[in-house]
């Protein structure tokens, strides 16, 4: 199995930007599909991007697209969120997550999830 730990999170100003780093120990990196998904207060957690093992077919979330980037580096270990533009309805715990299964952006089908880091985007 594979363990992720996030980083990157914290507060900003409505219209800037933060990148949240995931970094994975365990199994071998490179063949996890990797995601990242968001839960505000109150919400049931929510897809926002993802990105298959060799760092293609990338997917987002309508609400983030043209704004966040997701990308990965394999010999880092290391899938990153890159989020411009930030609003405030972005606040949220935004969770990173792996898994080896079929292609879903479904939250209950993807298998390990790191503890989460907080974004607080400020109007």
């Known amino acids: 199995q594979v363990q992720l730990v996030e980083s990157g999170g914290g507060l900003v100003q409505a219209g800037g930007s933060l990148r949240l780093s995931c970094e994975a120990s365990g199994r071998t990196f490179s063949v996890y599909r990797m995601g990242w998904f968001r839960q505000a207060p109150g919400k049931e957690r929510e897809f926002v991007a993802a990105?298959?093992?060799?760092?293609?077919?990338?997917r987002y979330a309508d609400s983030v697209k043209g704004r966040f980037t997701i990308s990965r580096d394999n010999a880092k270990n290391t899938v990153y969120l890159q989020m411009n533009s930030l609003k405030p309805e972005d606040t949220a715990t935004y969770y990173c997550?792996?898994?080896?299964?079929?292609?879903?952006?479904?939250?209950?089908?993807?298998?390990?999830w790191g503890q989460g880091t907080q974004i607080t985007v400020s109007s």
């Open positions: 990105i298959d093992s060799s760092g293609g077919n990338l």
């Open positions: 997550a792996a898994d080896l299964g079929v292609y879903t952006t479904v939250p209950v089908y993807w298998n390990y």
